[in-house]
C-alpha cells in the first residue's frame, strides 16, 4: 500500500509543475486522495460489502468534489489533477498513467446493465471538461481536448477535439518524404502539412508543396534534356529562408489593413 501511495505522488512531481515537495502533494491534492479512498472502496466492492463500498465512495465525493463508482477500476499512476467535478462510472476501466483534468466525466449512454462506460489504454490525457461516453475504447497514449464530448473509439496516439469528438491528428500518419524535403528545403518547419491536416492553411501548404514538388522533377528533367542537347542550364535551386518574422510583418500589415477599411467604411470608429 504504502509502495503505491509513494509512486502515485512520484507521478505528480512528473506530471504537475506546481508540486513543491512531498508534504503538500500528500495534503493538498484531492486527485490523490480521492484514488487512494477509491482503492479502498473498491475492495470493499469486489467483497461484495457493496454499501459499505459506496458510503465510502459517496464520503470521498463530499471531500475531494470527485465522485469514482467503486466498481471502477483505475490503474497505477492514475493522476487527477484539480479534480472537482470528475464522475468516472461504475464499468469504466482506466489503465496506468492516464491524466484526468477537473471537469471530466467518463459515462455511459444507455440504463442497461453491464459493459456501459469507457474503457481507457495507458497513458491517456483527457482535459478539462471532456466527456467520454459509452463502452468506447480510447487507445494508448490517446489525447482528448478540452469540452470534447467522444462518442466513438479512439485509435492509440491520437489527438481528438470538439464536439462530437473528430481526430485531428494520428500518430500512425505520418508526412510524406517529398514534403518533409521541400519544407526543409524552402526553410520552414513541416509540422502539420500531412495530407489529411484538418487546418485549412495547412492543406494548402501541402497542396503547395506538392505542386512545388512536380514543376521541381518537370525543370529536373527539361534541364536533363538541354544538358544532352549540349547546354549548360541546370543551377542549383536557391533556397529560401523562411523566418518568424516574416510572417509577424505579413500579419501586421492585414491587421492595418483591416483597420483602414473599418475606418473607411465608419469614420467614427
Not at 463508482?69 to 483505475?74: E, L, N, S, T, V
Request: charged share 25%; hydrophobic share 40%; glycine share 10%.
Amino acid at each position: 500500500m504504502f509502495a503505491g501511495i509513494r509512486e502515485d505522488i512520484k507521478s505528480v512531481f512528473n506530471r504537475d509543475p506546481a508540486a513543491r515537495n512531498t508534504f503538500e502533494v500528500l495534503t493538498t491534492y484531492p486527485g490523490l486522495h480521492a484514488i487512494w479512498w477509491h482503492r479502498l472502496s473498491h475492495r470493499l466492492w469486489r467483497a461484495n460489502w457493496t454499501w459499505l463500498a459506496r458510503f465510502i465512495s459517496t464520503f470521498s465525493r463530499w471531500v475531494t468534489g470527485i465522485e469514482i463508482h467503486p466498481g471502477a477500476k483505475i490503474g497505477r499512476r492514475c493522476f487527477i489533477d484539480h479534480g472537482m467535478g470528475v464522475v468516472i462510472g461504475e464499468t469504466a476501466e482506466i489503465g496506468d498513467d492516464c491524466t484526468l483534468y477537473h471537469g471530466v466525466t467518463l459515462g455511459g449512454t444507455s440504463w442497461t446493465a453491464g459493459k456501459r462506460h469507457p474503457t481507457l489504454g495507458n497513458g491517456v490525457v483527457i482535459g478539462a471538461g471532456a466527456k467520454v461516453l459509452g463502452p468506447l475504447h480510447v487507445g494508448e497514449n490517446a489525447r482528448i481536448g478540452s469540452n470534447a464530448v467522444v462518442v466513438k473509439d479512439v485509435p492509440a496516439g491520437a489527438t481528438v477535439i470538439g464536439i462530437p469528438g473528430r481526430v485531428v491528428a494520428r500518430a500512425d500518419i505520418t508526412l510524406s518524404d517529398e514534403r518533409k524535403h521541400m519544407a526543409k528545403k524552402f526553410g520552414f518547419d513541416a509540422y502539420a502539412v500531412s495530407a489529411d491536416s484538418p487546418d485549412p492553411v495547412a492543406n494548402a501548404i501541402g497542396r503547395m508543396l506538392d505542386h512545388i514538388q512536380m514543376l521541381d522533377n518537370k525543370v529536373a528533367e527539361l534541364c536533363h534534356g538541354v544538358n544532352e542537347l549540349g547546354g549548360n542550364v541546370c543551377s542549383k535551386v536557391p533556397t529560401v529562408d523562411i523566418k518568424e518574422e516574416d510572417f509577424l510583418q505579413a500579419e501586421q500589415r492585414a491587421a492595418e489593413a483591416r483597420a483602414k477599411d473599418i475606418a473607411a467604411f465608419d469614420p467614427e470608429i
